[in-house]
């Protein structure tokens, strides 16, 4: 590849930290009246990202370029990937999409802050409208949402999607309601208050003995747990704390940290190219997944932990044993928020969400109806009764980007980490073992070696049958969940 065309990828990889460290700070300490000037702030790097890469003089270097490597043959099926989507959209819609982000993602904090819809409700149609445009203009055969899919999941489309997630949704209902027969769900640490300052030094140690390095990133806090790789040396994560819920931050902190570990993890010779990246959201939740509950709510994993957490908190501890802390983590209950839910409900949380935001791409609902038809779809899958939008619609950050597709990737995420999982546990014969001396870092080794140095070399399927010996599948998701809770 010539060295103009090398210039640009470095180019378009700077550029794309930037912004990523833009609204990273957006979450975390930007003064609240600067919001507006940070919408402007992003909607102009964004409209430059967006010329470089629609540039026609990139075009002709791409059609000039020969690949001598696989390394730059794959390079070029990224970019263009990415390309060919960008020349679709003018500029005018690029920067309005990231206006209006910036402008949502007020609205949506006021709206959680005041316990009302209303001030998001007119942000979010906008989003809509603007996401429903992009779809346009990016084309597809009759479904808006694939289009919109293709940006987080490349080839995957509604109709594949829809009857995977109806799969898991028809096989979790039984499971849930056996559990469900055994009688309310046990939880030694209900009602108890653990210090927020404690919480935190304990979320540090697991992130080091997972391997992520405090060096190349940090960990802050957010109003929703979220991670931002703004190169392999500079991953930002974020937690959330709360006094009578020492759960959210610590799962939020593994899930977290299994993504760091992935940005963390690409290959250094793909520094500033389009390789040092996931080829697709769903490989990227596989791995925040994966550590959060393969890992994370094992009894190995707190084998090794408890002892520390009883160190943190001798006194709301006392008398209690690893038993009682899994007892607790692995508490299987009807929640009204995904972060925050059991694995073995969390699917049915991605699949209201996926219906509803189907509905709203499709125009078959409008966002005037979307916080009531949010409380049916509960009440369906769920069973429960919303009360208040904050435990309801507005909930998730997510809608607040615009982020319509995003969700899904989740739901291939468990299935895509269960199988990862299962696959190392056959491969590291001593991995459970490890785990509960304390050593996390035979597996980060092993992830690191088949999925996190290849960045974006293979499409995500590819690569996980490339390691596993099949693509997409739940029935591991499924054995693993019987395992544990059956």
Same mark, same amino acid.
């Given at each position: 590849?010539?060295?103009?065309?090398?210039? %640009?990828?470095?180019?378009?990889?700077? /550029?794309?930290?930037? =912004?990523?460290?833009?609204?990273?700070?957006?979450?975390?300490? $930007?003064?609240?009246?600067?919001?507006?000037?940070?919408?402007?702030?992003?909607?102009?790097?964004? +409209?430059?990202?967006?010329?470089?890469?629609?540039?026609?003089?990139?075009?002709?270097?791409?059609?000039?370029?020969?690949?001598?490597?696989?390394?730059?043959?794959?390079?070029?099926?990224?970019?263009?990937?990415? %390309?060919? %989507?960008?020349?679709?959209?003018?500029?005018?819609?690029?920067?309005? =999409?990231?206006?209006?982000?910036?402008?949502?993602?007020?609205?949506?904090?006021?709206?959680? @802050?005041?316990?009302?819809?209303?001030?998001? @409700?007119?942000? *979010?149609?906008?989003?809509?409208?603007?996401?429903?445009?992009?779809?346009?203009?990016?084309?597809?055969?009759?479904?808006? #949402?694939?289009? $919109?899919?293709? +940006?987080?999941?490349? !080839?995957?489309?509604?109709?594949?999607?829809?009857?995977? *997630?109806?799969?898991?949704?028809?096989?979790?209902?039984?499971? =849930?309601?056996?559990?469900?027969?055994?009688?309310?769900?046990?939880?030694?640490?209900?009602?108890?208050?653990?210090?927020?300052?404690?919480?935190?030094?304990?979320?540090?140690?697991?992130?080091?003995?997972? !391997?992520?390095?405090?060096?190349?990133?940090?960990?802050?806090?957010?109003?929703?747990?979220?991670?931002?790789?703004?190169?392999?040396?500079?991953?930002?994560?974020?937690?959330?704390?709360?006094?009578?819920?020492?759960?959210?931050?610590?799962?939020?902190?593994?899930?977290? +940290?299994?993504?760091?570990?992935?940005?963390?993890?690409?290959?250094?010779?793909?520094?500033?190219?389009?390789?040092?990246?996931?080829?697709?959201?769903?490989?990227?939740?596989?791995?925040?997944?994966?550590?959060?509950?393969?890992?994370?709510?094992?009894?190995?994993?707190?084998?090794?932990?408890?002892?520390?957490?009883?160190?943190?908190?001798?006194?709301?501890?006392?008398?209690?044993?690893?038993?009682?802390?899994?007892?607790?983590?692995?508490?299987?209950?009807?929640?009204?928020?995904?972060?925050?839910?059991?694995?073995?409900?969390?699917?049915?949380?991605?699949?209201?969400? #996926?219906? *509803?935001?189907?509905?709203?791409?499709?125009?078959?609902?409008?966002?005037?109806?979307?916080?009531?038809?949010?409380?049916?779809?509960?009440? @369906?899958?769920?069973?429960?009764?919303?009360?208040?939008?904050?435990?309801?619609?507005?909930?998730?950050?997510?809608?607040?980007?615009?982020?319509?597709? #995003?969700?899904?990737?989740?739901?291939?995420?468990? /299935?895509?980490?269960?199988? *990862?999982?299962?696959? @190392?546990?056959?491969? $590291?014969?001593?991995?459970?073992?490890?785990?509960?001396?304390?050593?996390?870092?035979?597996?980060?080794?092993?992830?690191?070696?088949?999925?996190?140095?290849?960045?974006?070399?293979?499409?995500?399927?590819?690569?996980?049958?490339?390691?596993?010996?099949? !693509?997409?599948?739940?029935?591991?998701?499924?054995?693993?969940?019987?395992?544990?809770?059956?």
């Amino acid at each position: 590849m010539n060295d103009a065309l090398l210039t %640009r990828l470095q180019e378009l990889r700077d /550029l794309a930290g930037v =912004i990523n460290l833009a609204t990273w700070d957006q979450e975390t300490y $930007l003064p609240r009246k600067a919001e507006a000037a940070r919408a402007a702030q992003l909607s102009t790097l964004q +409209g430059l990202y967006h010329e470089r890469l629609i540039d026609p003089r990139l075009g002709e270097w791409m059609a000039q370029a020969t690949a001598a490597t696989p390394d730059e043959l794959a390079t070029l099926r990224v970019l263009r990937r990415e %390309r060919d %989507r960008a020349v679709k959209l003018p500029s005018r819609l690029v920067k309005a =999409i990231a206006e209006a982000q910036s402008v949502a993602l007020g609205a949506w904090r006021e709206a959680r @802050a005041r316990r009302t819809f209303a001030p998001f @409700a007119p942000k *979010l149609a906008v989003l809509v409208e603007l996401r429903r445009e992009q779809a346009d203009a990016l084309g597809h055969d009759g479904e808006r #949402y694939d289009a $919109l899919l293709e +940006g987080y999941e490349p !080839g995957m489309r509604v109709a594949r999607l829809t009857p995977v *997630l109806a799969s898991l949704t028809t096989k979790l209902r039984p499971l =849930i309601a056996a559990i469900e027969a055994k009688g309310p769900p046990r939880d030694p640490l209900a009602g108890k208050r653990f210090p927020v300052d404690d919480q935190w030094a304990f979320t540090l140690e697991v992130l080091q003995a997972m !391997g992520f390095d405090l060096e190349a990133g940090r960990q802050d806090r957010s109003i929703h747990p979220f991670s931002s790789g703004l190169s392999a040396t500079d991953v930002r994560l974020t937690t959330r704390l709360f006094e009578e819920q020492p759960w959210s931050a610590i799962f939020g902190t593994i899930h977290e +940290g299994g993504h760091g570990l992935y940005e963390q993890g690409f290959s250094p010779e793909h520094f500033r190219s389009p390789l040092a990246q996931s080829p697709s959201m769903g490989l990227h939740e596989s791995q925040s997944r994966l550590w959060e509950n393969l890992v994370g709510r094992g009894r190995p994993f707190w084998t090794f932990f408890f002892p520390k957490l009883v160190a943190r908190f001798p006194t709301q501890l006392a008398g209690l044993s690893v038993d009682d802390v899994l007892a607790s983590v692995n508490k299987v209950e009807r929640s009204f928020t995904r972060v925050d839910a059991d694995e073995v409900t969390y699917n049915l949380h991605i699949a209201l969400r #996926y219906e *509803l935001e189907l509905g709203l791409v499709r125009g078959t609902l409008s966002v005037a109806d979307i916080e009531e038809a949010w409380n049916q779809k509960t009440r @369906a899958l769920l069973g429960l009764e919303v009360t208040q939008p904050v435990e309801g619609v507005l909930q998730d950050i997510h809608w607040a980007w615009g982020e319509f597709g #995003y969700f899904p990737t989740y739901a291939l995420g468990n /299935l895509y980490g269960a199988t *990862l999982y299962a696959t @190392a546990a056959r491969e $590291l014969p001593s991995l459970e073992a490890d785990l509960a001396r304390g050593h996390l870092l035979g597996l980060r080794e092993w992830l690191r070696e088949k999925v996190h140095q290849h960045g974006a070399r293979l499409d995500a399927e590819d690569l996980v049958r490339q390691v596993t010996g099949h !693509g997409l599948r739940d029935d591991d998701f499924i054995a693993a969940l019987q395992a544990r809770y059956g």
